[in-house]
């Protein structure tokens, strides 16, 4: 019997991931960066040439395609926004993907939900969140080894939880999101105006290891927001750990240790507090994701 082929694809706003599996193993793997902006159309050639490409090469068509965007999709399948390459606004993803890959399952999900199905799948817990701290806040929720809420129906939004009622203003229009408190950029500009200058990603990270009040300040105001989100999810669904990841938290050693003592803050008589670790995956997260959907696909 032939092995089938799964094809997962890693979209962002300056490249493109793609990785191929067949059975348990990785057959291709490969990365292209996105030509100039032009449109949605351009994009979408440019992705047919390069699968293409790839499957000309392994010789085989996929069974299934999971995608991982960063955009919002809404339920007629169109994308409704994309800051990053706002010229997607409006198209029918579900269409152009299903054009690009005839006779497979195909299926999309937000980058940080697939990052939380990676996560979850290799840490071999089926109830689990993950935080994605970068230049935003994502993360997604695995219930019973599924995403929750799940493909077509909409993404995780973690970031866009309100944790702090007059808190700072987020790009979505509301005041006091997880995102505008807890995003690497914004934990630079809190520790900038803690520290009376400018801060950099580096100076934060040397700062932290030489126990320099600003930086602990800073980070410590940062994992409080991160842990009210958590303690959140936690009270309504219950999962068994939360792992932290992104290029943000990944790089300040010992993050998701000062995470663990403000959920430990917030607990409550009779709930113990919620188990933290780092993710394991990291850059590779949404991309195994995307590979681990299209496992889930039928044809």
Same mark, same amino acid.
């Given at each position: ?16 991931? !793609? ?6 193993? &990785? ?16 994009? =979408? ?9 790839? !499957? ?72 689990? =969140? ?16 599924? =995403? &929750? ?10 970031? %866009? ?10 790009? &979505?229009?509301? #005041?006091? &999101? ?11 500009? %809190? ?76 607990? #409550?008589?009779? %709930? ?8 394991? =995956? ?14 889930? !696909?039928?044809?």
């Amino acid at each position: 019997m032939e092995t089938a082929l799964h094809l997962g694809i890693d979209i962002g706003g300056t490249k493109v991931a !793609l990785r191929a599996e067949a059975g348990a193993q &990785c057959v291709d793997e490969s990365v292209f960066t996105w030509r100039p902006r032009h449109s949605a159309d351009h994009d =979408l050639a440019q992705l047919a040439e390069r699968t293409g490409t790839l !499957l000309d090469r392994l010789g085989a068509s996929p069974r299934a395609v999971g995608v991982a965007v960063p955009a919002t999709v809404g339920p007629d399948e169109r994308v409704t926004a994309w800051p990053n390459r706002p010229e997607w606004t409006g198209t029918d993803l579900g269409a152009a993907l299903r054009a690009l890959f005839p006779g497979a399952a195909v299926a999309w999900a937000d980058d940080g939900d697939l990052g939380a199905l990676a996560e979850a799948q290799a840490a071999d817990c089926p109830d689990l =969140l993950y935080l994605g701290v970068g230049t935003g806040v994502g993360g997604g929720l695995v219930l019973r080894g599924e =995403l &929750c809420p799940g493909p077509g129906r909409g993404s995780f939004e973690i970031g %866009h939880t309100v944790v702090e009622l007059d808190g700072p203003p987020c790009v &979505c229009g509301r #005041r006091g &999101c997880l995102q505008a408190i807890a995003s690497g950029p914004a934990t630079l500009r %809190h520790a900038a105006r803690l520290r009376g200058s400018d801060v950099t990603y580096d100076a934060l990270r040397q700062a932290w290891h030489d126990g320099r009040p600003w930086a602990v300040t800073a980070l410590r105001r940062t994992c409080r927001a991160l842990a009210a989100a958590a303690v959140s999810v936690q009270e309504l669904v219950h999962p068994r750990l939360l792992l932290l990841g992104g290029g943000f938290a990944s790089g300040i050693e010992g993050l998701h240790t000062l995470v663990s003592a403000q959920l430990t803050g917030l607990s #409550r008589p009779g %709930h113990p507090p919620l188990a933290v670790g780092p993710a394991s =995956l990291g850059a590779l997260s949404s991309l195994r994701g995307a590979v681990a959907l299209a496992r889930l !696909l039928r044809p």
